[in-house]
T-cell receptor, first 117, second 112 residues
Framework: AQKITQTQPGMFVQEKEAVTLDCTYDTSDPSYGLFWYKQPSSGEMIFLIYQGSYDQQNATEGRYSLNFQKARKSANLVISASQLGDSAMYFCAMRWASSGSARQLTFGSGTQLTVLP | GAGVSQSPSNKVTEKGKDVELRCDPISGHTALYWYRQSLGQGLEFLIYFQGNSAPDKSGLPSDRFSAERTGGSVSTLTIQRTQQEDSAVYLC??????????FGDGTRLSIL
């Protein structure tokens, strides 16, 4: 069974600094996708970044990058130059991609990030 | 709008009543998902629709929960004989096959 672990319930970072949010996963399926979502206090889930298990390079989207270490089964999110608006709950999620496999996301427990002025 | 639309945004009802939650996915998205987010359980998958295929109902917690998707578009999640433990935020998401899921703002359900 898939399992996603986020070991940091809460994180603080100074504005303009970089921060890394940890995510490890467990799966025996060779084909999978890893996702990060942001959930501000208003409640909407915002897609940030995606990494496929066969992708050779780490994904980047603007200030977001995903530090993908396949052998260690980790997919940490790096936010560069933090902004006050980055304060939110961040969820790591995983989805099987093999044919016939389930398509739903399995989520970690989340990390509450607070950016300090 | 261009995003996933859910209604109502908030629903308060008495224990034992039935409730219907609606999701209008992004136009053209073939896949539709329902999730539940609660304090004690985090984010849980409920049900998945893909095109005209039979839905994956493996996440539904009991037979009081059901969902349908009409015409490959709008979906309704129905909870019968609501219980207090059904209180949660119900999130709908849609996507193209194997593409990232895009979520609605959710329906916050409170059972008195």
């Amino acid at each position: 069974a898939q399992k996603i672990t986020q070991t940091q319930p809460g994180m603080f970072v100074q504005e303009k600094e970089a921060v890394t949010l940890d995510c490890t996963y467990d799966t025996s399926d060779p084909s999978y996708g890893l996702f990060w979502y942001k959930q501000p206090s208003s409640g909407e889930m915002i897609f940030l970044i995606y990494q496929g298990s066969y992708d050779q390079q780490n994904a980047t989207e603007g200030r977001y990058s995903l530090n993908f270490q396949k052998a260690r089964k980790s997919a940490n999110l790096v936010i560069s130059a933090s902004q006050l608006g980055d304060s939110a709950m961040y969820f790591c999620a995983m989805r099987w991609a093999s044919s016939g496999s389930a398509r739903q996301l399995t989520f970690g427990s989340g990390t509450q990030l607070t950016v300090l002025p | 709008g261009a995003g996933v639309s859910q209604s109502p945004s908030n629903k308060v009802t008495e224990k034992g009543k039935d409730v219907e939650l609606r999701c209008d996915p992004i136009s053209g998205h073939t896949a539709l998902y329902w999730y539940r987010q609660s304090l004690g359980q985090g984010l849980e998958f409920l049900i998945y629709f893909q095109g005209n295929s039979a839905p994956d109902k493996s996440g539904l917690p009991s037979d009081r929960f059901s969902a349908e998707r009409t015409g490959g578009s709008v979906s309704t999640l129905t909870i019968q004989r609501t219980q207090q433990e059904d209180s949660a935020v119900y999130l709908c998401a849609s996507s193209l096959e194997l593409q990232p899921q895009h979520f609605g703002d959710g329906t916050r359900l409170s059972i008195l």
